[in-house]
């Protein structure tokens, strides 16, 4: 997921800057993704970045954060792509098993231990494959998002309209509790038929 996003900011003009804990393993993609991409720690990504991608799995989201260093991302926009998947539980009948409830979603949590942080909940309900320039013949899909900053959304917004997504913004971050639940609904076709090539899309009457 990180280099899709990663490749899709460069693809549109922006310069990157991947946080990683091995650099090694970024070696290949920094090889060919050109001068305006480099590498560094989770800390130097954070302070590099006007806008950051938080792009781990659900329960190293925290912790992510921690390392990236809270201080280096007060007042940015950090989009979260993350979904509370708890991976010591196989999925049953292709339902995936979360480590949060209905009450309370991972986006929340960030965002009452991180205040000063503006997160936007964001590509997390579709695979990396469609995640930019999804081209698919019924038109463009819906990518769901929700935040408590509004400015923040915008910028969301605007990364999502150059990736090639219709939006629907759902409020605060309460919202998230309908949202990372999405990733639940788009995987289940996968695991139950092996179907992977889908998206979301929200049609409204006008």
């Known amino acids: 997921m990180a280099k899709t996003l990663a490749n899709g900011f460069l693809k549109y003009g922006y310069a990157v800057k991947m946080g990683t804990s091995n650099p090694d393993k970024l070696l290949g993609w920094l090889s060919s993704a050109g001068e305006f991409a480099s590498t560094g720690s ?4 954070a302070r590099y970045g006007d806008i950051v991608v938080l792009a781990v799995k659900g329960e190293f989201a925290i912790h992510a954060v921690e390392m990236a260093g809270a201080l280096n991302l007060n007042g940015k926009t950090v989009i979260d792509t993350t979904n509370p998947i708890d991976h010591t539980k196989a999925p049953k009948n292709g339902v995936l098993p979360y480590f949060t409830s209905m009450d309370e979603s991972l986006l929340e949590r960030l965002q009452n231990k991180y205040p000063e942080i503006h997160f936007v909940k964001s590509f997390n309900c579709v695979g990396n494959a469609y995640m930019v320039d999804p081209n698919f013949p019924d038109g463009k899909p819906t990518m769901f998002i929700c935040g408590n900053n509004q400015d923040s959304k ?5 990364i999502l309209n150059q990736f090639g997504w219709d939006f629907e913004d759902l409020g605060k971050a309460e919202a998230a509790r309908a949202i990372e639940p999405l990733c639940i609904l788009w995987c289940i076709p996968g ?3 092996n179907r992977w090539n889908h998206a979301f899309k929200l049609l409204k009457m006008h």
Request: negative net charge; glycine residues 0%.
């Open 191 to 193: 695991f139950v038929h």
């Open 42 to 45: 989770f800390a130097d990504a």
């Open 154 to 158: 915008i910028t969301v917004i605007e």
